[in-house]
């Protein structure tokens, strides 16, 4: 059944000082991510036309080279990142969206860094291993390989999110067991996240895979009323009920083998992917 949503007038709701307050943090923003992503394409390109020379300096062995290069590589792209996340964190501090320190922004930022270099460490690790075994066709190897990586940080993902505990308000738990059932399907956990030291932003997330899925709900969104922090709560369940997760995680096994295929023919060039000068490119 097609279900029609009723249009809303802004103006009605917001005065014109508000919605213009709010469309030029959201211009700057847009702004500031397309310069981002300028400066890390041409930190990418950089690192792919000279980055090979840093391999000839090492002698922690091919692999082991290899995943020195993956890692100078991921410090290079963070610290050409930093300078635009600390903008947008300036524009957030100023608009009243956020309250973190930037030291303890960029200090609380090496937990995710962590399981992101971890994941890239990995990732070279299978890809060098299997190339100096198969040659050049790794890729029929390593893109099932990525696809059960991308399987076991989806499953963890809920883990390495830090300061968080159980939902313990009986009134939200109540509704999310209402939702539960109206969509049939089992009961799912509910974490709180601990950021409000840090911003007034409310926020909500769906994650994990199978026995480990479950909702995370930043403490502010519980400064808001009942009814507005249950339907986030039914839109996260929705994530769950309707498979979103691992319909994600399908779409991207339907793109990971083409695209370590797309890898090992650009890497023949240098080698493929057993040299380490590949790595880089």
Same mark, same amino acid.
């Given at each position: ?13 917001? /005065? ?18 397309? #310069? /981002? ?16 020379? !840093?391999?000839?300096? =090492? ?24 300078? !635009? ?12 969206? =956020? ?40 890729? #029929? ?12 940080? #989806? ?40 950021? =409000?030291?840090?911003?007034? /932003? ?27 922090? /249950? ?9 769950? =009920? ?40």
């Amino acid at each position: 059944m097609k279900t029609t949503i009723p249009a809303v007038d802004l103006h009605a709701v917001f /005065s014109d000082a508000e919605l213009s307050r709010a469309a030029r943090f959201a211009r700057f923003e847009r702004v500031l991510w397309v #310069l /981002s992503q300028v400066a890390l394409v041409g930190v990418l390109a950089a690192y792919a036309a000279r980055g090979a020379r !840093f391999a000839r300096e =090492s002698a922690a062995g091919p692999i082991g080279t290899g995943m020195l290069l993956g890692m100078l590589g991921f410090a290079l792209v963070w610290l050409a990142q930093v300078p !635009f996340q600390l903008v947008s964190l300036w524009w957030e501090r100023r608009y009243g969206i =956020s309250e973190a320190g930037y030291f303890d922004w960029l200090v609380e930022g090496w937990f995710a860094l962590g399981a992101e270099f971890l994941f890239l460490c990995l990732a070279l690790l299978i890809v060098m291993a299997l190339a100096r075994v198969m040659g050049d066709r790794w890729w #029929l190897a390593g893109g099932p390989a990525f696809v059960a990586l991308a399987a076991l940080f #989806l499953l963890i993902s809920p883990y390495l999110l830090p300061e968080t505990h159980r939902l313990d308000d009986p009134a939200l738990l109540a509704d999310a067991r209402k939702y539960e059932r109206a969509e049939r399907i089992g009961p799912i956990r509910i974490d709180v996240q601990v950021v =409000s030291d840090g911003t007034d /932003s409310a926020n909500a997330m769906a994650r994990g895979l199978g026995p480990t899925r479950r909702i995370v709900v930043w403490d502010t969104l519980l400064e808001f009323p009942r009814a507005e922090a /249950s339907f986030v709560l039914a839109h996260e369940i929705a994530h769950h =009920s309707r498979d979103h997760l691992p319909k994600g995680l399908a779409w991207y096994a339907l793109f990971a083998l083409p695209g370590a295929w797309a890898i090992a023919r650009a890497t023949r060039r240098r080698g493929g992917m057993r040299d380490p000068l590949a790595v880089p490119l």
